[in-house]
């Protein structure tokens, strides 16, 4: 959905209120009130750049998150993100007030910070803290994501060269990072704030296009889809909805792109498909059936994402058919669940339901994924010279048994974790587990790895052979340092005195 068709200009806590009241328990929109009151006080009297008060911007994300329903206390936090980075009120202070776990996720959004662009090695940096934070706690991200949704919609106050790094840097890294973790809604809403800002030309280009092709076939369509549903019925099948659903205008663009140019997009049909959502899973595949013995299917053109879903978990079944008076028309067919998946993927296991059911906030199911994301970011941005190649290292990600992210480079080994908790505990280090197996101490480590290692007091220091296995500076500075003072230690011994 365009983003002005969910949040208003400049949302207040009536407008908050309304969207929360509508789903969620009494007690949770009291805490929503209570979060409200506390920001507002904390915010009051600061403007924002475009020169209305701070408060509409925390209002504004705890709205989009809200919108998608999703869990309270993930709303909370989005209202109070700001408040020790930009105000007197400390996190302390937030922490007593409501409670370690919203205090925990307004501590990483801090941490991550406010985007300032000062040369390409810092801004690295910033991206690996992103990931970090991204790993201890996903919801973070979530809430990073409607912060960046927000701010996108009210570029026009900056200067015109921030605007368009930050909208670049929305379009090239938080969207692919939505669309990994499989929150199509916050990919959409990425994209399409900041396509205008990146390339306006091409954007209103590209809108013109749209709003020929979709106003050609709305008639058209309107009739197949009555005709769909009235079939499904008639075979029994339980139709939830039917509805058309437009392509976002940079995945038009970039379709465009990839089949030639400008001069070629009356043959883009999917610009509006049919999106067909039923009961359960067998009546996908009956759908599906129906459709067919309907319109003859084109070839290579059916996609089974249930059997074989997408990477990011997306799962529907695709097909185009030769339709009404010939006509190409694309179907996708899901059930309830996997509508909700598609449109919000990791961030529907905070999907607010009346159980109030969730997943712990630390899990580390999605540490491999991260490391893969950060990957193709990283070979995206390896065509700035400037770079160096140090940076490009990948990294992964490891947990100390409490659940604690430790960012290490690739392969590096239990010794070089060791060192990166506590010299001591590097010296000392005797041991290792790796996800409850014991190993040798030079098994490379792998993202999602659980790690403990084990100290002997009584060890006298690291072993020589330990510097062919460590892939950190750290650890390597350190081993060098403590075997020099054994060394001369040692010769003390069997020196004489001068
Ligand atoms: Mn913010």
Request: charged fraction near 30%; charge should be neutral; include cysteine.
């Amino acid at each position: 959905m365009p983003y002005k068709d969910i949040i208003p200009t400049n949302p207040n806590i009536d407008d908050l209120m309304v969207q929360i009241k509508k789903y969620y328990r009494e007690q949770d929109t009291e805490m929503v009130q209570l979060a409200y009151d506390f920001a507002e006080k904390a915010h009051r009297g600061q403007m924002r750049k475009s020169g209305e008060p701070y408060i509409i911007h925390p209002v504004a994300t705890a709205m989009i998150l809200a919108h998608m329903r999703i869990d309270p206390n993930i709303i909370v936090a989005a209202l109070l993100h700001d408040v020790p980075e930009d105000t007197s009120v400390t996190l302390e202070e937030v922490e007593k007030n409501f409670g370690p776990d919203i205090a925990g996720m307004i501590k990483g959004i801090t941490k991550l910070g406010k985007l300032k662009y000062r040369g390409v090695e810092r801004y690295i940096e910033n991206l690996r803290k992103m990931f970090v934070a991204m790993a201890e706690d996903i919801r973070v991200m979530i809430i990073k994501f409607a912060d960046r949704v927000h701010n996108l919609s009210t570029l026009d106050s900056l200067p015109p060269k921030k605007r368009f790094r930050i909208a670049l840097e929305s379009l090239e890294i938080y969207a692919p990072i939505a669309n990994r973790l499989g929150i199509g809604e916050f990919k959409s809403l990425l994209e399409d704030l900041s396509f205008p800002h990146v390339l306006p030309k091409e954007y209103l280009k590209t809108d013109a296009i749209r709003q020929t092709l979709v106003s050609q076939r709305e008639v058209y369509l309107q009739n197949v889809m009555e005709v769909v549903k009235t079939e499904l019925q008639n075979s029994g099948i339980k139709v939830i909805n039917v509805h058309g659903r437009e392509k976002t205008l940079y995945s038009l663009y970039r379709k465009i792109m990839s089949r030639g140019g400008w001069d070629n997009t009356e043959q883009i049909y999917d610009v509006v498909a049919i999106r067909i959502i039923v009961d359960n899973l067998a009546d996908c595949y009956a759908a599906l059936g129906i459709i067919h013995k309907l319109w003859r299917p084109l070839k290579g053109r059916i996609k089974d994402y249930i059997s074989q879903p997408k990477p990011n978990g997306y799962q529907s079944l695709h097909t185009t058919v030769f339709c009404i008076d010939g006509q190409i028309v694309e179907f996708q067919i899901r059930d309830r669940s996997m509508h909700d998946e598609a449109e919000y993927g990791i961030a529907a296991h905070w999907h607010y339901d009346e159980k109030g059911s969730r997943l712990p906030s630390k899990d580390i199911f999605w540490a491999k994924e991260l490391a893969d994301i950060q990957k193709n970011i990283l070979e995206k941005l390896s065509d700035i010279d400037e770079l160096k190649v140090d940076f490009f290292k990948n990294r992964i990600f490891v947990f100390t048994p409490k659940g604690d992210v430790i960012d290490l480079p690739e392969d590096a080994t239990p010794i070089d974790f060791a060192y990166s908790i506590h010299t001591d505990i590097g010296n000392q280090c005797n041991g290792a587990k790796i996800n409850d197996q014991l190993v040798s101490l030079d098994t490379p480590l792998k993202s999602g790895d659980v790690i403990e290692v084990f100290t002997d007091k009584n060890r006298k220091g690291p072993s020589v052979d330990w510097l062919k296995h460590v892939k950190t500076h750290q650890a390597k500075s350190k081993i060098k340092e403590k075997l020099k003072t054994e060394k001369s230690k040692w010769l003390k011994i069997i020196l004489p005195k001068k």
